[in-house]
């Protein structure tokens, strides 16, 4: 299976500060990879796929870039309604592993 | 617009079966393979099975393999998830989602297996 490992786990931040994550896959996965923003009690969002696509309707603030098996997330101005977890997903194999998520706190 | 529902969750006792439902409008569900994904309470993410669109291939975790069986009916624009054997580890929101998942998710269902 193909492991996904996300950092950091946890980060405390400041509206209006560039956040940067990172999500490391255990094997290439070129550009099959997701990005998923999930606030409680809700539905994971996907805000990134095919590891630099903008979701139609997502804030431009989000962007992604990778491939092969290290890529990342940036919000370039964290705004109060960005906290929640954040997780990657590999679609190229199945089982179509996530990472362990990374939680953002003010 | 795209929208999946989901239905069919609730309490069962370890050993139980439950069937979730999805039921899919908006899109073309016929052309879409469909994926399954659940959520412990508490945890993470975790894929549980997909299913291409005419159901030429079907793959599940190793978690459920043998005790989970997922089908569609593309006539009635609808996902399933008979869930078999069902154990306390189990418990979790499952939520029915198209592949590619940036097409659309479903809102979830609670499963919950206790005694």
């Known amino acids: 299976d193909i492991q996904m490992t996300q950092s950091p786990s946890s980060l405390s931040a400041s509206v209006g500060d560039r956040v940067t994550f990172t999500c490391r896959a255990s094997?290439?996965?070129?550009?099959?990879l997701n990005w998923y923003q999930q606030k409680p009690g809700k539905a994971p969002k996907v805000l990134i796929f095919?590891?630099?696509s903008l979701q139609s309707g997502v804030s431009s603030r989000f962007s992604g870039s990778g491939s092969g098996t290290d890529f990342t997330l940036t919000i370039s101005s964290l705004q109060p309604e960005d906290f929640a977890i954040y997780y990657c997903?590999?679609?190229?194999?199945?089982?179509?592993?996530f990472g362990q998520g990374t939680k953002v706190e003010i | 617009e795209v929208h999946l529902v989901e239905s069919g969750g609730g309490l069962v006792k370890p050993g139980g079966s439950l069937r979730l439902s999805c039921a899919a409008s908006?899109?073309?569900?016929?052309?879409?393979?469909m994926i399954w994904v659940r959520q412990a309470p508490g945890k993470g993410l975790e894929w549980v099975s997909s299913?291409?669109?005419?159901?030429?291939?079907?793959y599940y975790a190793d978690s459920v393999k043998g005790r989970f069986t997922v089908s569609r009916d593309n006539g009635k624009n609808s996902l399933y998830l008979q869930m078999d054997s069902l154990r306390a580890e189990d418990t979790a929101v499952y939520y029915c989602?198209?592949?590619?998942?940036?097409?659309?998710w479903g809102q979830g269902t609670l499963v919950t297996v206790s005694s």
């Open positions: 997903q590999q679609s190229y194999r199945t089982p179509y592993t």
């Open positions: 908006g899109f073309t569900f016929s052309t879409y393979s």
């Open positions: 095919a590891a630099s």
């Open positions: 094997q290439n996965i070129t550009t099959f």
């Open positions: 989602a198209t592949l590619p998942t940036q097409v659309g």
């Open positions: 299913i291409g669109y005419n159901s030429g291939y079907i």
